[in-house]
């Protein structure tokens, strides 16, 4: 008859153990999160904002603990927003990207959301690097605003 209550003891002491481990899994695809929008897509979007300054463009950087964005303005009308996204799989955390555009109103309007491109096609952190959020980027926004 105590057999039962040892079983109800282990089951427990089993839920404590797992939400423990689950709780610092979570910890740390938190940290891992935040180490990729500060080491690889904050800097990326540093280097962008630099160079679009070059050709009159303004820019402005938004970052919260899953997210990032870049806006560009031209003649102080928004041109054209990419924002990297970051979710939480089993696994660990993967990136994504919106892109927005202006539509023929002016309003902004989501043209792409996706993987951002790399050469591994994966959507896992550790395998997206600064230089291709800067490729990415710069591929959206060539075609974003070709000339139509």
């Given at each position: ?99 927005y555009v202006p539509n023929e109103k002016g309003k902004l309007k989501l043209g792409v959301e996706g993987k951002i ?10 395998k997206i690097s600064k230089d291709d959020i800067l490729t990415d ?12």
């Amino acid at each position: 008859m105590d057999d039962w209550k040892k079983q109800l003891e282990d089951h427990f002491e089993e839920l404590k153990t797992t939400r423990k481990e689950f709780k610092d899994r979570q910890e740390g695809m938190k940290s891992q999160g935040k180490r990729f929008l500060k080491k690889s897509v904050m800097p990326a979007f540093m280097e962008i904002k630099s160079e679009l300054h070059k050709h009159k463009r303004e820019c402005s950087l938004d970052a919260r603990k899953d997210w990032a964005a870049l806006m560009v303005k031209k003649n102080k009308k928004k041109e054209f927003v990419y924002e990297v996204n970051l979710t939480s799989d089993g696994d660990g955390m993967l990136a994504s990207k919106s892109v927005y555009v202006p539509n023929e109103k002016g309003k902004l309007k989501l043209g792409v959301e996706g993987k951002i491109r790399n050469k591994t096609h994966s959507m896992k952190l550790d395998k997206i690097s600064k230089d291709d959020i800067l490729t990415d980027f710069l591929e959206e926004y060539r075609q974003a605003t070709r000339v139509k």
